[in-house]
């Protein structure tokens, strides 16, 4: 890797970290959820990055996976337990971080710990030659120390230039086998924890889309809409909201590439046995020596 692009991975991280920052400072009693959200990626814009994904608000009960839509009237309330997920990119060069916040309470002070402590034990074990069930090894004890659950089947990932998800799975769980990290990797490490099932899944629109495939369709303005999309963000993901920008009928153009396969979303991803959620998460880059937290 070039040291262009090792200064390009450091800066998207940084900024991440910033804009994480930044957000938790907004979360507060009656905020409005899109304000916020607003607030977060404008922040990253002024600052010289793009948005790696939409911001994710992912409250109580939800693992991940949900952002305001643009008529969103939603408000954080006293005692919601919110994961903040920011990503950011520098010329495709993603930076994911995240953290959970509790308004006006502690009563999950101790499971937000858990998803803490879990991140940095996996930190500790991740370098080179390391199996990436090693991870899940250290995440699943951790956490289970604290009397909690980790999620099963919310895992980290691998990540690559204009590629938020690269095939590489960092899990939460006790696994045998897995990626063998190596030097020059850069992934995301993220514990969830939970009083809960320790699974989730969903089926509900999170407002968060992907670009499926690019294809001819019988229509003028979703065509167009589809190569905006293509060529703005490059396959990462993007949010319903960030459009009207784009056309002034876009809603009606986002269903039509819906029902033609070309765009699909993201589903809510609820807790299966209704139990809070905690959040955390590093981007770390591995190096000869161990790993380097770019979110840091």
């Given amino acids: 890797m070039s040291s262009e692009d090792i200064g390009k991975w450091r800066k998207a991280g940084k900024l991440a970290r910033d804009a994480l920052n930044y957000g938790k400072t907004l979360i507060q009693k009656n905020s409005s959820m899109l304000d916020v959200t607003n607030k977060i990626e404008k922040f990253v814009i002024d600052n010289n990055g793009e948005l790696a994904f939409p911001t994710n608000l992912a409250v109580n ?48 002070s101790k ?33 289970e120390g604290y009397g909690y659950r980790p999620i099963a089947n919310l895992t980290g990932h691998g990540i690559k230039r204009y590629n938020l998800h690269s095939g590489v799975s960092i899990p939460s769980i006790r696994e045998r086998g897995g990626a063998v990290l190596k030097s ?44 905006e999309i293509q060529n703005r963000y490059h396959g990462l993901p993007f949010a319903e909201r960030w459009l009207h920008s784009i056309q002034d009928d876009v809603t009606k153009n ?21 139990g809070m959620v905690t959040q955390a998460e590093h981007t770390v880059m591995i190096n000869k020596d161990g790993v380097e937290v770019l979110t840091a």
């Fill in 111 to 143: 499971m937000i710990e858990a998803s803490r402590e879990a991140l940095n034990a996996a930190i500790e074990v991740a370098a080179p030659g390391v199996n990436a069930g090693m991870i899940g090894y250290a995440v699943q004890d951790v956490i």
């Fill in 254 to 274: 986002l269903q039509k590439l819906l029902r033609s396969g070309v765009v699909s979303y993201y589903p809510i991803l609820d807790e299966l046995g209704k």
């Fill in 184 to 227: 020059g990797d850069v992934i995301a490490i993220e514990p969830f924890a939970t009083d809960g099932a320790g699974r989730v899944g969903g089926k509900r629109n999170s407002n968060i889309y992907h670009l499926r495939q690019v294809r001819k369709i019988r229509d003028e303005k979703a065509t167009e809409l589809m190569t």
């Fill in 61 to 108: 009960n939800v693992g991940a996976h949900w952002t305001p839509s643009s008529k969103s009237k939603d408000v954080f309330e006293n005692g919601d337990l919110v994961k903040l997920d920011v990503g950011v990119h520098i010329d495709g060069y993603i930076g994911d971080n995240a953290l959970t916040v509790e308004i006006g309470s502690s009563k999950y």
